[in-house]
T-cell receptor, first 116, second 114 residues
Framework: AQKITQTQPGMFVQEKEAVTLDCTYD???????LFWYKQPSSGEMIFLIY??????QNATEGRYSLNFQKARKSANLVISASQLGDSAMYFC?????????????FGGGTRVLVKP | EAQVTQNPRYLITVTGKKLTVTCSQN?????MSWYRQDPGLGLRQIYY???????DKGDVPEGYKVSRKEKRNFPLILESPSPNQTSLYFC?????????????FGNGTRLTVT
């Protein structure tokens, strides 16, 4: 069964600094995708970045980058130059070939608060 | 703009009064799904659809119905809502190869059943 673990329930970061959000995963499948989502206080779920299990390079998307360490089964999100608008809940999620209902399995989330 | 549109955004209703939450996507995605999000329980899949006229139960389907008569629409129906269905609901869609495709979520529907 798929499992996602986010060990940081919450964290503060100073504006303009970088922050790393931890994510570890467990799957028996070789083919899987890892995703990060942002959920601001308004509630919507915003897709940020994706990393495939066969991708050799770490994914980047603007200020977001994904530190993918396959052997360690970790997929940490790095947000560079934090902005006040980055304050939100962040979820790591995974989909693999065997996922029942092709569903995303989510971690428990990390709440980020950016301080001015 | 590519998007998943859910309506309504907020809904307050009473126990037993049938309701429908609409969901529409304009990305020609074959796969669509409904999730509910509850504190401490995270996001759980309610129903999903692999294509038109193909739907199946997710992890928490009791008390819900869905239909997929057209590719773009995937409404969620609560025939007799109960207070334990008070939750934040998300519709989502994805296209292409499943495990490499992100789910695109609608803005969510906050449902309160009194």
């Amino acid at each position: 069964a798929q499992k996602i673990t986010q060990t940081q329930p919450g964290m503060f970061v100073q504006e303009k600094e970088a922050v790393t959000l931890d994510c570890t995963y467990d799957t028996s499948d070789q083919s899987y995708g890892l995703f990060w989502y942002k959920q601001p206080s308004s509630g919507e779920m915003i897709f940020l970045i994706y990393q495939g299990s066969y991708d050799e390079q770490n994914a980047t998307e603007g200020r977001y980058s994904l530190n993918f360490q396959k052997a360690r089964k970790s997929a940490n999100l790095v947000i560079s130059a934090s902005q006040l608008g980055d304050s939100a809940m962040y979820f790591c999620a995974m989909r693999d070939l065997k996922a029942a209902g092709n569903k995303l399995t989510f971690g428990g989330g990390t709440r980020v608060l950016v301080k001015p | 703009e590519a998007q998943v549109t859910q309506n309504p955004r907020y809904l307050i209703t009473v126990t037993g009064k049938k309701l429908t939450v609409t969901c529409s996507q304009n990305m020609n995605h074959e796969y669509m799904s409904w999730y509910r999000q509850d504190p401490g329980l995270g996001l759980r899949q309610i129903y999903y659809s692999m294509n038109v006229e193909v739907t199946d139960k997710g992890d928490v389907p009791e008390g819900y119905k869905v239909s997929r008569k057209e590719k773009r629409n995937f409404p969620l129906i609560l025939e007799s809502p109960s207070p334990n269905q008070t939750s934040l609901y998300f519709c989502a869609s994805s296209g292409g190869t499943v495990y490499v495709s992100p789910l695109h979520f609608g803005n969510g529907t906050r449902l309160t059943v009194t």
